[in-house]
């Protein structure tokens, strides 16, 4: 089990590498860093976050973030607007280039996913869709 287990994460590394270059190369992903396309994936999630949301949810220092965030904005991905109410607050939101960054990632996934489940039977993928459902539970947790 062991052995197999470790085949498994270094194909799927492998695999998910190879296909983020292939999408990184036809939608501008491959010029950010994997920090920067954190920050773009915590801004999707959360919204119209604030930098310090955006730190809360990454677990890193505000000063990171907004460094990281300026980046994103100086290429293109995201805006920052000041709050109305609090003038030392900025939220952050996608741009239009950081949208697609986004819908290509997401499409690359569900091919992924899709060509992953032509592997298995309907049971066999609905058994690995449970047991994946629980790792990441416990990756959660850590």
Do not use: C
């Not at 492998?14 to 994997?34: A, H």
């Not at 604030?50 to 991905?77: Q, R």
């Not at 997401?106 to 459902?133: N, P, V």
């Amino acid at each position: 089990m062991e052995k197999s287990l470790i085949e498994f994460i270094n194909t799927l590394d492998l695999s998910l590498k190879k296909l983020q270059k292939e999408v990184g190369e036809s939608s501008g992903i491959s010029k950010l860093t994997i920090h920067q396309f954190q920050y773009i994936d915590a801004i999707h999630e959360l919204g119209e976050p604030t930098i310090t949301e955006i730190a809360d949810k990454l677990n890193i220092t505000k000063a990171s973030v907004t460094t990281g965030i300026n980046k994103l904005v100086h290429m293109g991905y995201a805006t920052k607007t000041q709050s109305i109410e609090d003038k030392r607050v900025f939220h952050v939101n996608l741009t239009k280039a950081g949208e697609k960054l986004i819908k290509a990632k997401y499409q690359a996934l569900k091919e992924y996913g899709d060509f992953i489940r032509a592997a298995l039977s309907k049971e066999e993928a609905s058994r690995f869709e449970e047991t994946l459902i629980k790792i990441v539970r416990l990756f959660k947790q850590t």
